[in-house]
């Protein structure tokens, strides 16, 4: 359920920096080399998270600003239902923004680099009601 999955969701600040970038959908395997934590197709084009190491020497235009990766390490279904609000409500009414990305076993937040800190801060503060 819901509270108990907020209670031992333990969010983990990941130390990478991370930079979202978009590239032409054509180029799907000559991304690869590059290494990205993610890759989305969009009717755009391709997302990907990269590192920002990897983003400063790809070449690649399209950047974000530096996002940092806060893993919630419990075991969370994708049929989950209320993590993510949950997560995205705190975060919002602090004034920080959440791309939460879902992956098999865990949910992982992007917030902005500057403002980490503050977001696992926050998510801890939830973690304890």
């Not at 989305?40 to 391709?46: A, I, S, V, Y």
């Not at 076993?105 to 902005?112: L, T």
């Not at 800190?117 to 801890?124: I, N, Q, W």
Request: glycine residues 4%; proline residues 4%.
């Amino acid at each position: 359920d819901l509270n108990r999955l907020l209670a031992t969701m333990e969010p983990t600040l990941l130390e990478e920096t991370y930079i979202f970038c978009s590239m032409p959908d054509t180029a799907l395997f000559c991304c690869f080399h590059l290494d990205p934590l993610a890759v989305f197709r969009e009717k755009e084009g391709l997302s990907l998270v990269l590192t920002e190491a990897k983003a400063q020497s790809s070449g690649i235009s399209n950047q974000s600003s530096p996002y940092k990766c806060i893993t919630l390490t419990v075991h969370s279904s994708l049929e989950a239902v209320g993590l993510t609000a949950a997560v995205a409500k705190e975060l919002a009414d602090c004034g920080i923004s959440a791309n939460v990305v879902a992956a098999f076993y865990h949910d992982h937040i992007f917030v902005p680099a500057g403002r980490a800190t503050e977001a696992v801060e926050a998510l801890h503060r939830l973690q304890q009601r």
